[in-house]
């Protein structure tokens, strides 16, 4: 529940609430000896560190949160980990591995047909190829996403992050038309998001 609660802070622009719950948590996890929950704790220390801009410490625990994948049945934080550390690794110019180390992590999620993680690889992905300059290609690996529907959704955030990279795409092909459909799509999903917050976190 604290790395939970953690991730949560992360995603509120909170950064000391999470250092502080994730170090509340580590503490626990090192009196119970529990190595089960370490890639889960290893993943939310990325996500924070990756958040706070300081990309070796997020590449260490998202690395380590990756290792414990070591077979056909790997924790989900592990297989999510590994499309983080994808990002990352192309953020620090590793391109070839980190596009590797994200098509394996989407492989693994639609095999297990999990959306939400298959759909987190896929935004990765994405911004990764988008920073290669190959506009064409986030735009079909987007299009693998599939539309929400009454039976299935991957919840208005990873939606919101769809329409913001889809626009930024069509944007760089030319297609300013579609590419401001999309980014007002984004831009609806923004305001949602941040209304159903309490005022006090609506800025961070």
């Known amino acids: 529940a604290r790395i939970q609660l953690a991730r949560v802070h ?13 170090a509340s948590a580590r503490r626990e996890l090192e ?7 370490l890639p889960q704790w290893q993943l939310a220390a990325g996500e924070l560190a990756l ?3 300081r990309l070796a410490a997020a590449r260490a625990y998202l690395g380590a949160a990756a290792a414990s994948w070591t077979d056909d049945l790997p924790d989900r934080s592990s297989v999510e980990a590994r499309a983080l550390l994808g990002f990352v690794d ?3 110019g590793q391109f070839r591995r980190g596009t590797q180390e994200l ?3 989407l492989m693994h999620a639609e095999k297990l047909r999990h959306l939400s993680l298959a759909s987190r690889s896929r935004i990765q992905m994405a911004r990764l190829e988008l920073l290669q300059g190959k506009a064409a290609d986030a735009v079909l690996t987007l299009a693998g996403i599939p539309e ?3 039976n299935r959704s991957i919840g208005p955030e990873l939606r919101l992050q769809v329409h913001y990279l889809r626009s930024e795409a069509l944007r760089a092909r030319g297609d300013t038309q579609t590419a401001a459909e999309e980014r007002a799509k984004a831009r609806q999903l923004v ?6 917050l309490p005022e006090s976190l609506r800025t961070s």
Do not use: H, P, W, Y
């Open 10 to 22: 992360v995603r509120l622009g909170e950064f000391s609430s999470a250092e502080q719950v994730l």
């Open 31 to 37: 009196t119970r000896a529990d190595s089960g929950l």
């Open 51 to 53: 958040e706070t801009g």
């Open 90 to 92: 192309g953020l620090n």
């Open 103 to 105: 098509q394996r992590s």
């Open 148 to 150: 929400d529907d009454a």
């Open 191 to 196: 305001a949602s998001i941040r209304s159903a």
